[in-house]
Every structure is written in C-alpha cells, then in structure tokens.
C-alpha cells in the first residue's frame, strides 16, 4: 500500500503471480499486472490524499490553471528480496520537486541554496533593470522620435518627388508650345530657364536626402546610446542563462545498471539534436531508475499513467497507461537501461504476413490492393517487407513511384497503385487537388451521442515523441475530417470517417483528441488502448480512371 513515510511501498502480491521474465521495453508495452496492482494504489491515494494541493483538472468547482501529469511506477525488489514499488512524477507537483512517497528528481533545480535558485535571483534582476531601461521614458521617446522621422521622411521624399514629377511635366508640355509659339531667341531663353529649374530641382532633392540622413543618424545615435547599457545587460543575461543551462546538464547525471554515469550533455551529444531538450530527465521514468540504482534496488518492470485533464495539445485520458515519451527519454533511458535485461521493441518485431496480397482490381494502368493491418506501406527501417515491395516483386516492369498513397501500418484497407509514371502522375493530381473520394470505416472505444459533424483540428509532429502528432493551432497544419455515425451499442460506436485532408494519424487523433470527439478508435496503442488490432479499415475510394476517363468506385469490407 502506498504510504507517504516511505519510499519503497512492499507490494502484497499472490503466490501465483509471476515475475516477468525481462524488465519492461518503456517505450511500447502492456503493463504487467503486478505495475497494474502498483499503479491502482497510487491512484487510490491520489483520489483520497490531502497532503498537497494541486489542480488536475478533476474537480470542476475549483478555477485557475489545470495541469495534469504522468505518475510512474517501477516494480523492484530491495536488497532483503522483499517485492515492493516505488514512484514518481514527471516535472513538478504542486510547486515542489519532493513530495513524500515520491522519489527525488535527480537534480533539484528548486533547491533554495542551490546554484540554479541563485542564478535565477540574479537573472530576475537583470530582467528588472532590463525592464525599468526599456520602459523609462527617455528611451520611449527616442524609440518613437526614430520612428516618426522615419515616416515624416518616407512622406517628405514622396511628396517631393510626385511634385517634382508634375513640374517636370510642365516643363516638357511647355518646351512643346514654346516650338509653336516663340521665336528662336524666346526658345533659347526659356529652355534655358527650364533647365536651371530642373538643376535646382534635382539640387533640392539632394539637399533633402541629406537633411533627412543627417536627422535620422543623429535620432539614431540617440536610441543607441540608450540602447547600449540595456545590450549589455542582455548580452550579461544570455551568457549567464547559458553557463546555468550548462551546470543544469551537468548536475543531470544518469547511473546505469552497470554501475556507469553519464551527464546530459555526453548522453544527447550523439543524438541528431545534438544537445539536451528542454526539461530533459525531469520524467518519471529517469527518476525511478535512478533512485533503483541508487538505492540497490533491483528493477523487474514499470508503467507509466496520466492523472487529470488532458492538455491542449496531446491526447491524454485520465488513469490511462502510456509508454515513455522518445524524445527526451530515449537516449537517457538507453544509457540507464544498459545491463539490465529489456524485453525487445515490439515494433521492431513487426507482424509478418505470410499470404498473398488480396487485389481487388487491376487493369493495364492501375491495380487496388487489400492492405492487412500491421503491414508497412513502405519499407521501414528495420523492416523491408511492405505493400510496395511486394508491388515491386509483383511488377517488375513498372515504372515509377508505384504506390500512390500510404495507410499507416495499423491500418487495412484499400491502396491504389500505379504500373507507371503518367498514371501515378495523374492520380496523385486527383489527390492533390482532393478530387479522390475515401471513406473509412472504424469502431471508437465509447458510446458518440451525436450522428454527423465535422472535426477541424490542425496536426503536426509531437517533436519530442515520434510519430505521435500534436493539435497545433499555431504550427499545424490545417486537418478536416467528415463523418457519420452507423451504429452505437455494447459501449462502442461504428463510424464513417470522410477524410478532406491527408494528414499522418489524422482520424486517430480527430477521433481521441478531447476537442474532437474524446473516443479514440479501438486498439489505438498510440492515442488510446490496444486491442486485437486497431479497428481502422479504409472500405471505400472512388477517383476519375486516369486513362478511360470513367469514375471508377470500389468498397473493400473492414473484416471487423
């Protein structure tokens, strides 16, 4: 049972369980049951706890900022071989880095006495007189002068020139009548005149150059002056905020189950980042590996949960188990699991498929394909068997690029491939200008209660967590999906799903994202709960023939 006084929490456990046999791949995995029965304690005393205060975003009375977080468990056992667990947070909770029952982080940046508090103090100071500087009121009028003598002086030039252009004009409508109407002396004079005007013309709009260089570079000079002290607190601001950046990484040292440590910056420097990300080794799962080491106690598995509202961005379900995040705990866990004994990566163990691929029509230019679930579209990096090698195997003599779109690998469903470069060419026109029509086929874990609609929710890369996507209204891109509910009973619901755009995981997160319609698609281990198989089949597309010019339409029935 978890209790607050401690931090390794014995764990009662029936005779008949057994240990897993090899310590949890963290990044894609099924909880043992014994991290099941760890994490379920945790949520217990986390629903009935009043040892801190802090807003999951469970109770809608309370008002202000809602912050959910990932909990992790790490089954072990102490040097007694007494089975028990032990947790963390990622980041911080209510204010604080330790909290009792929890493990320490490994490196506490809230530390009153500590060098990060200190150069923290001084930097807030440099943002104060940063502050006063910029917002004093001899620097907000030499900003402003600079700025209003650059518009006066855009306007003077312009107004001159139009002028100057109308007087030039006259002068050449006037040499015109002077040809027809003075004599060759009068002609003489008066070209004369003209020319001296255009002389003093030019003169003038040199002169004005000139006056309005001279009174911007002094207004200039000006703003500099007052710009030099604030620059140089800046440039002081920035070399410290680097040098506190730097001791940060180094006070960040990761111990393996070989005994060996490694800083943040020796971990990320082979990485293609090529430095530490933001909040690197503030998870959970460092934290649990690093007290486990620490401490002789030996890691047997781990699970990680999310406890609360789910953020803007990801798709996060309350209580829900999720893997550890890539970005920033990939390397660090690489170097920390090193001489434990990891189960392997479940995706690089791919689902083979033996048989033949079911093609549900072909012709000389073009041929539709029944992609199994599990089954790569492309090639991956570890894994050559796809649709495309064997379209490739099947087609020796096409030419081109094949397959016209992708499924994910989760997916099944219909694929269009081309037997050469003028198809490929015109169907992926027909793609691109949208004209192709595709309808899904999926079952939500949950009951939907409304029966059509439309989802707008902008995607990009979660760059911290490949190949998860994130809802990004200020870098995603634009992402549209119809749909129509078929069917609601045993709490869950059949839906079609009429894609506008094509984006990576776009009906999966349009589908568990809390702003479209809170029910991911069943056996989505990335955005929901793995199943048998994610239940996403692609059952119908209908596009123009690219050669016959007839509208062609198939239907491939989801075998779910």
Not at 178 to 190: D, F, P, T
Not at 308 to 324: A, L
Request: charged fraction near 30%.
């Amino acid at each position: 049972m978890f209790k607050k006084a401690s931090l390794f929490h014995p764990l009662q456990v029936e005779t008949s369980v057994e240990l897993p046999k090899q310590f949890t791949f963290p990044f894609y995995y099924e909880p043992h049951e014994l991290s099941i029965k760890a994490a379920e304690e945790v949520k217990s005393y986390l629903n009935s706890q009043t040892d801190f205060e802090h807003n999951f975003g469970l109770d809608i009375s309370k008002t202000g900022l809602k912050i959910g977080k990932m909990f992790g468990v790490m089954i072990v056992k102490n040097e007694k071989e007494e089975l028990g667990y032990i947790v963390a947070f990622s980041g911080k909770l209510a204010e604080s880095n330790c909290l009792d029952g929890f493990v320490p982080p490994i490196y506490d940046t809230l530390k009153a006495d500590g060098f990060y508090k200190k150069g923290e103090a001084y930097l807030n100071e440099l943002n104060a007189k940063i502050e006063v500087l910029e917002q004093s009121e001899a620097f907000i009028k030499a900003k402003l002068r600079l700025e209003e003598l650059k518009l006066h002086s855009e306007k003077a030039l312009e107004d001159f020139k139009q002028n100057a252009k109308k007087e030039k004009q006259l002068r050449k409508q006037m040499r015109v009548e002077a040809e027809a109407n003075l004599s060759k002396v009068e002609q003489s004079e008066l070209l004369e005149t003209l020319k001296e005007e255009s002389i003093q013309s030019n003169l003038k709009l040199k002169y004005l150059k000139r006056d309005i260089q001279l009174a911007i570079a002094d207004a200039e000079n000006t703003l500099s002056n007052l710009q030099q002290p604030i620059e140089a607190l800046k440039k002081e601001r920035k070399t410290l905020s680097a040098e506190l950046q730097r001791q940060i990484h180094e006070e960040y040292r990761f111990l393996n189950a070989l005994g060996e440590t490694k800083d943040l910056i020796d971990i990320f420097k082979t990485t293609d980042l090529g430095h530490p990300p933001a909040a690197a080794g503030e998870c959970a799962a460092p934290k649990l590996f690093q007290f486990a080491f620490e401490n002789n106690l030996i890691p047997i598995a781990m699970a990680e949960f999310w406890w609360g509202s789910s953020p803007k961005s990801e798709v996060r379900k309350h209580g829900q188990f999720y893997p550890s995040c890539r970005g920033k705990c990939e390397p660090i866990l690489g170097h920390m699991m090193q001489g434990l004994d990891v189960e392997a990566n479940p995706i690089e163990q791919a689902h083979t498929f033996e048989g033949e691929m079911d093609i549900v029509y072909e012709d000389a230019y073009l041929l539709l394909v029944n992609k199994p679930h599990e089954f790569l579209s492309v090639p991956g990096k570890t894994i050559k068997d796809s649709v495309l090698t064997r379209m490739q195997d099947y087609l020796p003599n096409a030419s081109g690029a094949l397959l016209v779109h992708r499924l994910d690998m989760s997916t099944s469903g219909l694929l269009l491939v081309a037997k050469n470069e003028k198809t490929y060419k015109k169907l992926q026109r027909q793609f691109i200008n949208r004209t192709i029509k595709k309808r899904y086929v999926a079952l939500l874990d949950g009951e939907l209660n409304t029966s059509t609609g439309t989802i707008d929710l902008p995607l990009r890369v979660d760059l911290d967590n490949r190949p998860r996507q994130l809802v990004c209204y200020e870098y995603g891109k634009p992402a549209k999906t119809n749909y129509e509910v078929l069917d609601v009973k045993n709490g869950k619901t059949r839906i079609h799903f009429y894609p506008i755009t094509g984006r990576t995981h776009q009906l999966r997160v349009h589908a568990a994202h809390h702003k479209g319609l809170n029910l991911p698609i069943l056996g989505d281990d990335l955005y929901g709960q793995s199943a048998d198989r994610l239940h996403l089949h692609a059952e119908m597309l209908s596009f123009e023939h690219p050669i016959k010019k007839e509208w062609l339409s198939f239907t491939c029935k989801a075998p779910f």
